[in-house]
């Protein structure tokens, strides 16, 4: 009779999509696509701007007086684009956005702020952060910018505020500097950097002139929320930003998911459970190893139950067959985008799948009752007390 292993080793031709792991039990390494280099990059200029955004916007703080009006070299042509390309892969895109998040809790500095606030270390306060986030970043996508009275204004404004709270409390509190240029742009990347890096893999439509736009998109927002052009990830020609992301993932979040920051995984799990009220199916171990294996980074751990690799095969084939293959993509790619968005407005203004799972006080917006994690440890012990404190 066969075992589970034994019916496992099933394989298919690299070209041919989907691929089925072999035995865990032996191995974890196995990639179901090649991971191909980032193209036309400008690598002298994509160098020197990836060290003034980590050697010297480590020591710059977020800009606390917000522009009120959108900048001189803004596009408003350009910005709409931009806009459109995100719906028209509204799945492919949330789904990228969601790794970005991951790989933004790589970072010590950013995690430790999270931490420390509380406001997202189980999966309750994580359901409510981070939707709060995407309805931030949907009215970003969908308002008019330009107009000072506009929702994408006025969350803007919402945005740069709690990044301003943030710092002022991290500095009080014993962190040290926190939300600096250096952060905003590594978070700049979450929104946006896959979306260059792994547009093939996560199967994303679209022409250079709309990822010049998506560029000008996230360039105009980190202007509004206070990242000077200096450190705007999304600075400069098409070519530098990618070489810039691409250094950014090797050498900052590659190395981050090999040996993550403590408290991470607790994070993670936080906040892939919370949302599971949007993505019901999401499960935390089969989506951490496909954001190791799009990153290219061996997965730190087998998937072991039978669920898991069932879902990390339905995510792969998601994107690897039904988003590419034009005659599925054609019908799966607006039901994809139709039904994750249908989801976000649901838990937005419905949320019955969150109050399933965490009981009738979704329904109630009321200020967050967790209090910052306190540190009654010297200031000077900075991030190792807040750890020792938070654990």
């Known amino acids: 009779m066969k075992t589970v292993c034994d019916r496992t080793k099933r394989r298919r031709r690299p070209d041919r999509g989907i691929f089925v792991p072999s035995c865990h039990r032996r191995t974890h390494r196995n990639i179901y696509f090649t991971m191909p280099s980032s193209t036309k990059t400008d690598d002298a200029v994509a160098k020197e701007k ?45 789904a990228s956005n969601l790794i970005g998040l991951i790989l933004v809790l790589t970072v010590p500095t950013i995690l430790d702020v999270l931490v420390f606030t509380n406001k997202s270390s189980d999966p309750y306060t994580a359901f409510k952060r981070y939707l709060d986030t995407i309805r931030h970043m949907l009215r970003w996508y969908r308002y008019d910018v330009t107009n000072a009275k506009s929702k994408s204004q006025i969350s803007v404004a919402i945005v740069h505020g709690l990044h301003c709270a ?161 005659w599925l993509a054609a019908v799966f790619r607006p039901l994809l985008n139709y039904n994750m968005r249908f989801s976000v407005w649901l838990n937005v203004k419905f949320p019955v799948g969150a109050a399933l799972q965490f009981g009738t006080k979704v329904f109630h917006r009321v200020r967050d009752e967790a209090p910052p994690h306190s540190l009654k440890q010297p200031a000077t012990k900075g991030r190792a007390a807040m750890m020792q404190s938070a654990s």
């Open 166 to 326: 943030a710092n002022r409390v991290s500095n009080k509190s014993g962190l040290g500097l926190r939300v600096t240029q250096k952060d905003m742009a590594l978070t700049q990347f979450g929104f946006m950097g896959l979306l260059l890096l792994r547009k093939k893999e996560l199967a994303i439509v679209g022409t250079e002139e709309d990822e010049r736009a998506i560029l000008h998109f996230w360039r105009t927002i980190g202007y509004m929320l206070g990242i000077q052009d200096k450190y705007n990830l999304c600075c400069g020609s098409l070519e530098e930003v990618r070489g810039t992301c691409a250094l950014i993932l090797r050498d900052v979040y590659a190395p981050g998911l090999l040996n993550p920051p403590p408290r991470f995984e607790h994070m993670v799990e936080a906040l892939l459970s919370g949302m599971k009220p949007i993505s019901p199916m999401l499960d935390t171990e089969a989506f951490m190893a496909f954001t190791h294996e799009l990153c290219g980074v061996p997965v730190r751990r087998p998937l072991v139950t039978r669920y898991s690799r069932w879902m990390y095969n339905v995510q792969v084939y998601t994107h690897a067959v039904l988003l590419t293959r034009a």
């Open 50 to 94: 990836f060290k003034t955004i980590i050697e010297e916007g480590c020591n710059v703080p977020v800009d606390t007086t917000r522009p009120k009006d959108v900048p001189e070299w803004f596009d408003a042509v350009l910005f709409a684009r931009g806009q459109k390309y995100f719906y028209s892969n509204f799945y492919a895109m949330f």
